[in-house]
């Protein structure tokens, strides 16, 4: 299994930008297909974005589109997340994933988080 390393969390007011990244290591990075996920306090975690093996291709939760930005760099083993107008529902845990397999509901590889705060 790929280890995942999440960095780029803080404090952010209302309407703000963070960008969080994620290091990869122990694996050929370019075999996975790699995604954010995110978990608010109570509620189940849930998908925020992927993009494919080459980066051709990113999807990303309805509440998101528009507003964050997957990236990956297969040269550098990093996948990153710009989140621009963060709003307080944007509070979360959020944890980088991966997996050779595709985008599938349960991505076998998992970072520990990083925690992102947006206050109103």
């Known amino acids: 299994q790929v280890h995942l390393e999440e960095s780029g969390g803080g404090l952010v007011q209302s309407g703000g930008s963070l960008r969080l990244s994620c290091a990869a290591s122990?694996?050929?990075?370019?075999?996975?297909?790699m995604g954010w996920f995110r978990q608010a306090p109570g509620k189940e975690r849930e998908f925020v974005a992927a993009?494919?093996?080459?980066?051709?291709?990113?999807y990303y939760a309805d509440s998101v589109k528009g507003r964050f930005t997957i990236s990956r760099d297969n040269a550098k083993n990093t996948v990153s997340l710009q989140m621009d107008s963060l709003q307080p529902e944007d509070t979360a845990v959020y944890y980088c994933?991966?997996?050779?397999?595709?985008?599938?509901?349960?991505?076998?590889?998992w970072g520990q988080g990083t925690q992102v705060t947006v206050s109103s």
């Open positions: 994933a991966a997996d050779e397999r595709g985008i599938v509901p349960d991505f076998g590889s």
């Open positions: 122990g694996g050929i990075f370019s075999n996975y297909v």
């Open positions: 993009i494919t093996w080459s980066g051709d291709s990113s």
